[in-house]
């Protein structure tokens, strides 16, 4: 009798395995939840791979520039003073400015992990990307705006006029590079190219500083010119107003194509 029992408890549950440990039951849960979120996961970083971002721990190289992991990163859009570039302060005391700006990025580096999206290529085949720091609290912070907005770093409006508005204020703050005096980064990498004359150097710009303490002595020739900010700098500051030969605002049109600021 108590073996007819046992059978007819068997046939009301034939799928169900009476041995089967709990152990492996909670194992076969555990592998699936696994297996979805690597699912996942992985189609999330394909999407973000596509779309041109990376991410990792940050390595300063420079003012401008950084590890993002192995891969080398330019931040587009600004340009800090080279790493043996001297600036000079207020009371007119030289000091390494390249130095400082290269802290200043590394101090933000250590917040936490950073992600930059891509915007191309420059010529040393370097990544040219936005970057922003995520800390602590969800604190976001963009990498690209803060070194201008420390006045560690200029708007490098050659390629991109992203960064102006925020250099102006940093301006207008005295912050960083603008409470003295110095030369814009790409006028002092000319001047350890070129020997010094007025084409290939950026006066020391002052800031509550006459204009007579910066501008060249003698009025340069527009064909001489490579720099469209120089020759706006040369019109507004240093008032050669023959370089603005038809009076339209536009200097030097063989380097401008539009009105000074």
Known sequence: MNE???????????????????????LMMVTVFVGTIAFFTNAVLGQVARLGYIEGRGRVIDGDSL??????????????????????????KRYFCGRMATRKLQQLLRKGKVVCQSRGYDRYNRILAECWVFGKRNAITNLNEA?????????????????????SLAKRRRAGIWKGRFHFPWYYRNRDRK?????????????????????????????????????????KICNF?????DRDGIPCENVCRRRCP
């Open 67 to 92: 590890y993002v992991g192995r891969t080398e990163v330019r931040l587009v859009g600004i340009d800090a003073p080279e790493s043996h570039q001297f600036c000079r302060n207020s009371k007119g």
């Open 147 to 167: 070194m201008v907005m420390a006045g560690m770093a200029a708007a490098y409006t050659k390629y991109s006029d992203e960064y102006r508005a925020l250099e």
């Open 4 to 26: 007819i029992v046992r059978i007819s408890r068997e046939n009301l549950h034939p799928g169900r395995s009476p041995n089967l440990p709990k152990k492996m039951v909670w």
């Open 195 to 235: 020997s010094l004359t007025n084409t290939a150097v950026s006066p020391i710009t002052p800031v509550g500083a006459s204009a007579s303490q910066s501008c060249p002595p003698h009025r340069p020739y527009c064909k001489n010119i490579r720099s469209c900010q120089y020759a706006c700098f040369l019109l």
């Open 241 to 245: 107003r023959r370089l603005d030969g």
